[in-house]
């Protein structure tokens, strides 16, 4: 990981009136409601709200994962819904990394070959993806477990791997959707710790959502959410 990220004085991230509608039979669902807001370099932020909010549905749509029904997203000025679904999974891929609650795995592969996969997806040759995986493992204190799989390990130990898959391919940004949902309070401690340190140490732009208002602490900023509506945004240290 670089010491410091690029703190280019432009938004990393900025939504125009999203708006998302689902139908489940004659039902529609309003999941998001004109979202605007802004993610500036090096911001640290936390979006808290019950389920069925909009948290995790902004996420995905900011992430290219899922198409909003109205609304623009902005990556680095770049319209990321103007590009068709090959072109941004590509700009995914190079220019944020995801943490999800339960992490996928390419079960064949152990854990350096995991974290190696996003840049030899890229195109990096296969020794020098590798080599930079096992930096990324040393790093972050798991480099002891490169030769595992992935599933024989704690759900700690794998979350700390997905962070350094996250990583690797030194993204704009880490997208985090419940990552310590499923862990235990030590370590959801833990996982929070690391997601503090990237921050604060190496600078990096983070959007984490979460039920929890208790990991309000550990952002720079506090967004709340409410029946598809940012209800509150502040500022916190």
């Not at 999800?100 to 995991?114: D, F, G, I, T």
């Not at 599933?151 to 993204?171: C, D, H, I, M, Y």
């Amino acid at each position: 990981m670089d010491e410091k990220h690029e703190t280019k004085r432009e938004p990393v991230i900025e939504t125009e009136n999203l708006h998302k509608t689902f139908y489940i039979g004659k039902n529609r669902i309003r999941a998001l409601r004109g979202v605007d807001f802004k993610v500036e370099p090096a911001d640290f932020i936390v979006i808290f709200g019950p389920s069925g909010c909009g948290k995790t549905t902004l996420l995905n749509i900011i992430a290219g994962i899922d198409k909003p029904t109205s609304g623009k997203v902005l990556v680095r000025g770049t319209d990321i819904f103007a590009l068709n679904e090959e072109k941004r999974g590509l700009f995914r891929a190079k220019k944020m990394g995801i943490v999800h609650q339960m992490p996928y795995w390419v079960k064949s592969l152990n854990v350096l070959e995991n974290v190696a996969l996003p840049l030899i997806i890229e195109g990096e040759n296969a020794s020098n993806a590798l080599h930079h995986a096992k930096k990324v493992l040393k790093e972050l204190g798991v480099d002891n477990l490169a030769k595992q799989k992935p599933t024989q390990l704690s759900g700690g130990e794998q979350q700390k791997v997905s962070f350094a898959r996250a990583l690797v391919t030194n993204p704009w940004i880490i997208l985090a959707d419940e990552p310590t949902g499923n862990l235990d309070s030590e370590s959801a401690a833990e996982i929070m710790g690391l997601f503090k340190l990237l921050n604060k140490k190496y600078r990096r732009t983070i959007v984490l959502v979460t039920h929890n208002d208790k990991y309000w602490q550990f952002g720079t900023r506090r967004i709340e959410m409410k029946d598809g509506l940012i209800v509150r945004d502040t500022n916190h240290g």
